[in-house]
Structure formats: C-alpha cells, structure tokens
C-alpha cells in the first residue's frame, strides 16, 4: 500500500509544531475558512473551526472518498482506511 498521510489545522505554527513532534506525517497549519469552504467543510462560527474534513486521494490525485463531520463523531477510523483502501487496491 502506497499511502500518505497529512492534516491541516487552524492553528498557528508553534501549536500545529508541537502536533506534529508526535506524529510522523506533515502537518499544516494556519488553515482558514476559505480552505474550508473551498474543500466544503463545515465551518463553526462559535468557535471559529474547520469541522473535520477527511479524504483519500487515489494516485491520480483524484478524492475517492470523502468524510464531513460536524462535531467530534463520524471521523474516520484509521483501521477502516487501511481497509478500504485495501478494497480499492484489489479492484485494481
């Protein structure tokens, strides 16, 4: 399985840093809500946030399949990927 993982967030920098000391894939930073009304998400104006947002990309650079959340529920399962995306390669 050729895969890559990344993830954006609203916050500055230093936070988004501190995020990605722990993790093993890039993380952005800074992501406004015109990045998330270009990629459709929800965007909760309380708090001012990009409600979670999850795609996976096919080699083609092409959104297979997508997941819009509007609150802490119904991200995707990162066993759940693994599947499909395992699906998806078998279809090959």
């Not at 890559?4 to 993380?27: G, R, W, Y």
């Not at 399949?65 to 390669?89: C, F, H, N, Q, W």
């Amino acid at each position: 399985m050729n895969t890559k993982i990344v993830t954006a967030s609203i916050d500055p920098l230093d936070k988004a840093q501190e995020v990605a000391n722990d993790v093993s894939f890039p993380v952005g930073y800074g992501a406004t809500r015109e990045i998330g009304d270009a990629i459709g998400a929800f965007w909760e104006e309380r708090r001012g946030l990009i409600q979670p947002s999850e795609f996976i990309i096919g080699a083609d650079n092409k959104i297979v399949t997508s997941s819009y959340s509007d609150g802490p529920l119904a991200r995707m399962d990162a066993a759940d990927v693994i599947k499909l995306i395992k699906l998806y390669e078998s279809r090959k």
